[in-house]
């Protein structure tokens, strides 16, 4: 079974700093990752994510992802914090090979960015 | 574009009553999903669809069921509504069921919310 942890369940930045949200994956063979984003009081919506190829990947509105299998990790980052990045997180993982698309969310982080 | 349009949006129901959420999408995808999301628990599978005629259990069925009777249209009914149904319930699609062809992405609704007393 594959599952995800999301470390930190709210982080809090200032404008301009570093964005760094943690996402730590089990699965019996590296599977397709996924970060996705919710507004207030809207769905989630793609940010990004890696299937195959380069690991590094890069998304919307600046936010980018490295997947490193040795450290079965896909931290998301964005160098530089905007007040409209405030938002829910969401780390995924699908079943690479699997016969459908069942995605395992981890649980969120809140991104709050001060002024 | 409409994309996932889901209803009512929100809605308060009395325990024991049955209630149907609506889901509908426009973009011809084959396989579609019921989440319901929870403070600190993130979002859970209730129940999917790869393709029409066909559905599957996901981790937290229990309470729910699905039709599929159509590929625009996946329905999600609580028979008997119980407190700890209380949550936001999101539909999403995707579009195909064999990764091959699919870019294997999720596209969400808006979300329903609901509160059961």
């Known amino acids: 079974a594959q599952s995800v942890t999301q470390l930190g369940s709210h982080v809090s930045v200032s404008e301009g700093a570093l964005v760094l949200l943690r996402c730590n994956y089990s699965?019996?063979?590296?599977?397709?990752l996924f970060w996705y984003v919710q507004y207030p009081n809207q769905g989630l919506q793609l940010l990004l994510k890696?299937?195959?190829?380069?690991?590094l990947v890069k998304g919307i509105n600046g936010f980018e992802a490295e997947f490193k299998k040795s450290e079965t990790s896909f931290h998301l980052t964005k160098p530089s914090a905007h007040m409209s990045d405030a938002a829910e997180y969401f780390c995924?993982?699908?079943?690479?090979?699997?016969?459908?698309?069942?995605?395992?969310f981890g649980k969120g982080t809140l991104l709050t960015v001060n002024p | 574009t409409a994309g996932i349009t889901q209803a009512p949006t929100s809605q308060i129901l009395a325990a024991g009553r049955s209630m149907t959420l609506r889901c509908t999408q426009d973009m011809r995808h084959n396989a579609m999903y019921w989440y319901r999301q929870d403070l600190g628990l993130g979002l859970r599978l209730i129940h999917y669809?790869?393709?029409?005629?066909?559905?599957g259990k996901g981790e937290v069925p229990d309470g729910y069921s699905v039709s599929r009777a159509n590929t625009d249209d996946f329905p999600l009914t609580l028979a008997s509504a119980v407190p700890s149904q209380t949550s936001v319930y999101f539909c999403a699609s995707s579009d195909g069921y064999q990764q091959i062809y699919s870019t294997g992405e999720l596209f969400f609704g808006e979300g329903s919310r609901l509160t059961v007393l």
């Open positions: 699965s019996s063979v590296p599977p397709y």
């Open positions: 890696y299937t195959t190829g380069a690991t």
């Open positions: 995924a993982v699908m079943r690479r090979g699997g016969s459908n698309y069942k995605l395992t």
């Open positions: 669809s790869n393709t029409a005629g066909t559905t």
